[in-house]
T-cell receptor, first 111, second 114 residues
């Protein structure tokens, strides 16, 4: 089966850098995705890592290491609006193409 | 371009009553998902459609849940009868195809069963 583990909460200061980890147990997947969800809002896509390594999009970077079954999302120059839940997700490498989400990390950015 | 539209945004019903949710995906998106999200948890897949065909409904509690996607566009998800444990946010998402790396989510319907 598949499972993705994320720390439940992270607190950081405005302007700082924060890293949110995702460890997984899965028999095979196409890539690791990250989604952001504000309270009461829709999950929105942030990034996708198909291959090992770092992907950068503005203040957001995402990293994947398949050999370590590990990935992370890095947020730089934190802003108050970054306070939200962040979910990692994998798409199963079988006919189901199922997109499976972790339980999410709730990020609180403080002044 | 309009995103994924869901209605209603909120629904409160008594247990044992029926309830239905509606989803209009992004135009041209062949893949449609229904997810359930409990408080403090990630979304859990209930059913996935490719066009009008349900290709993965293994997580759908078929004794009380049903879904349809007529003409491969809009979709409805129904619960009958609802139970207290069904209280959650029901999210609809769509993507251009099953191999797409990104899923686009609607705002969801928050269901409260009392």
């Amino acid at each position: 089966g598949q499972s993705l583990e994320q720390p439940s909460e992270v607190t950081a200061v405005e302007g700082a850098i924060v890293q949110m980890n995702c460890t997984y147990q899965t028999s095979g997947f196409y890539g690791l995705s990250w989604y952001q969800q504000h309270d009461g809002g829709a999950p929105t896509f942030l990034s996708y890592n198909a291959l090992d390594g770092l992907e950068e999009t503005g203040r957001f970077s995402s990293f994947l290491s398949r050999s370590d079954s590990y990935g992370y999302l890095l947020l730089q120059e934190l802003q108050m609006k970054d306070s939200a839940s962040y979910f990692c997700a994998v798409r199963r490498m079988d006919s189901s193409y199922k997109l499976i989400f972790g339980s999410g990390t709730r990020l609180l950015v403080r002044p | 371009e309009a995103g994924v539209v869901q209605s209603p945004r909120y629904k409160i019903i008594e247990k044992k009553q029926p309830v239905a949710f509606w989803c209009n995906p992004i135009s041209g998106h062949n893949t449609l998902y229904w997810y359930r999200q409990n408080l403090g948890q990630g979304p859990e897949l209930l059913i996935r459609y490719e066009n009008e065909e349900a290709v993965d409904d293994s997580q759908l509690p078929k004794d009380r849940f049903s879904a349809e996607r007529l003409k491969g566009v809009d979709s409805t998800l129904k619960i009958q009868p609802a139970e207290l444990g069904d209280s959650a946010v029901y999210l609809c998402a769509s993507s251009p195809g099953q191999g797409s790396t990104e899923a686009f989510f609607g705002q969801g319907t928050r269901l409260t069963v009392v």
